[in-house]
C-alpha cells in the first residue's frame, strides 16, 4: 500500500509538473506567434526604412548636382562681374581725367570771359543797334575763347562764374562719384 501511494503521489506530481509545462509551452507558443507577428512588421518596417534610404541618397545626389551647377553659375557670374568692376574701374579713372581736363579749360575759358568781360560791358550792344528782324551779325571771337554755347548762364552780379547747364551737371556728377 505505501508502494500504491507512493506510486500515485509521484503519478499526481508527474501531472501537475505536466500541466506546469504545459502551461508554459502555451505562454511560449503565444509568445512565438507575437514575435512572429513583429516579425513581420519589422520587415514592412525594414523595406520602408530601405525605400526612405534610397530616395534619401537620390536626393542628395540631386542635391549635390544642383549644388554643383549653382557653383559653377555663381563663379561664371562672379567672373563677369570682376571683369564688369575692372571695366567700371577704367571708365571712372577715363571720365577723372576727362573731368579734369574740361574742369582746367573751363576754368581757362572763365577766365579769359572775365578778362574781356569788362572790354564787352563797356562797347555797345550789336543786338541794341540793329533793326528788329534782322539777323545778328557774326561777332569774331576771340583765339583764347572757345565757343560758347547757348545754353551758358551769364554771370551773376554776386561775381560768380558763368557755368552751363552741362558744367553745372558734370561737376555735380563728379562730387557725387568722389562721395
Known amino acids: 500500500m505505501i508502494a500504491s501511494i507512493l506510486s500515485l503521489m509521484l503519478d499526481v506530481a508527474i501531472v501537475g509538473l505536466l500541466v506546469a509545462t504545459i502551461i508554459y509551452a502555451l505562454r511560449l507558443n503565444r509568445q512565438l506567434s507575437a ?75 572763365r577766365a579769359a570771359v572775365m578778362n574781356a568781360g569788362p572790354a564787352a560791358q563797356t562797347a555797345p550792344s550789336p543786338v541794341a543797334s540793329r533793326p528788329v528782324g534782322a539777323p545778328a551779325p557774326a561777332a569774331p571771337r576771340p583765339a583764347a575763347q572757345p565757343p560758347q554755347s547757348s545754353s551758358q548762364a551769364t554771370p551773376t552780379a554776386a561775381g560768380a562764374e558763368p557755368r552751363s547747364r552741362a558744367e553745372k551737371e558734370l561737376l555735380q556728377a563728379l562730387e557725387n562719384l568722389r562721395q
Open 35 to 109: 514575435v512572429k507577428e513583429s516579425r513581420a512588421e519589422l520587415e514592412e518596417l525594414v523595406k520602408g526604412f530601405a525605400e526612405a534610404t534610397a530616395q534619401a541618397d537620390s536626393s542628395v545626389k540631386g542635391m549635390r548636382k544642383t549644388a554643383q551647377e549653382s557653383g559653377e553659375n555663381l563663379s561664371s557670374l562672379i567672373q563677369r562681374a570682376q571683369t564688369l568692376k575692372e571695366e567700371m574701374e577704367l571708365i571712372v579713372q577715363s571720365a577723372d581725367g576727362l573731368a579734369n581736363r574740361l574742369e582746367a579749360a573751363s576754368g581757362k575759358a
